[in-house]
């Protein structure tokens, strides 16, 4: 396993992950404001869509890439979902709003393929209503990644309010 941990800023209450190749080509506001097939992660090739409690401010941010799958974390996380992803490359970046700063993440196991990603949240309710200290850390999320063949999204465990919201408005 290889692991990325950091504090990572956010605004418009999302993050994207993406090769260097392919950031920007997916048109996110259509994403943003359309179906998101769990409400809280969306993938096309290349590129990741991570949608967060936290509006603007900073959000603990972990990304742990693996042979094979670790296993859910459903006693440590609020929200669990989990979609398919085709990468185009096995370098990505984690990349803060418009590109203002990204963060290289280990190199995918397997090189380009076939991976599934399963997004945990913790802390989203809390993130909401966490006023103008932009530095707290309130929600955290954890982004596991393996090789595996594609297969449907899946909802694991939503017991917030605003994950509740985030699959109703997809």
């Not at 974390?73 to 085709?86: A, C, K, M, N």
């Not at 990505?92 to 203002?100: H, K, N, S, T, Y």
């Not at 700063?101 to 090189?111: F, V």
């Not at 954890?142 to 997809?170: D, Y």
Request: glycine share 12%; proline share 6%; aromatic share 10%.
């Amino acid at each position: 396993m290889a692991e990325f941990r950091a504090h990572i800023g956010v605004h418009y209450g999302f993050l994207d992950i993406a090769d260097d190749q392919s950031w920007g080509r997916t048109d996110w506001a259509k994403v943003f404001f359309g179906r998101r097939p769990t409400g809280l992660i969306a993938t096309s090739p290349g590129e990741v869509f991570l949608v967060t409690g936290r509006h603007t401010g900073t959000v603990g941010f972990t990304v742990r890439i693996d042979g094979a799958d670790p296993g859910p974390d459903l006693e440590g996380f609020e929200d669990v979902v989990e979609v398919s992803f085709e990468a185009l490359r096995s370098e990505l970046r984690l990349i803060q709003w418009a590109g203002e700063m990204s963060h290289a993440l280990p190199r995918l196991s397997a090189g380009p393929g076939s991976y599934r990603m399963r997004y945990h949240c913790r802390g989203m309710d809390d993130a909401g209503n966490s006023g103008w200290d932009y530095c707290a850390v309130v929600d955290e999320y954890l982004l596991q990644i393996w090789p595996s063949p594609a297969a449907p999204p899946a909802t694991l465990k939503v017991t917030s309010r605003e994950g509740h919201r985030r699959i109703l408005e997809s």
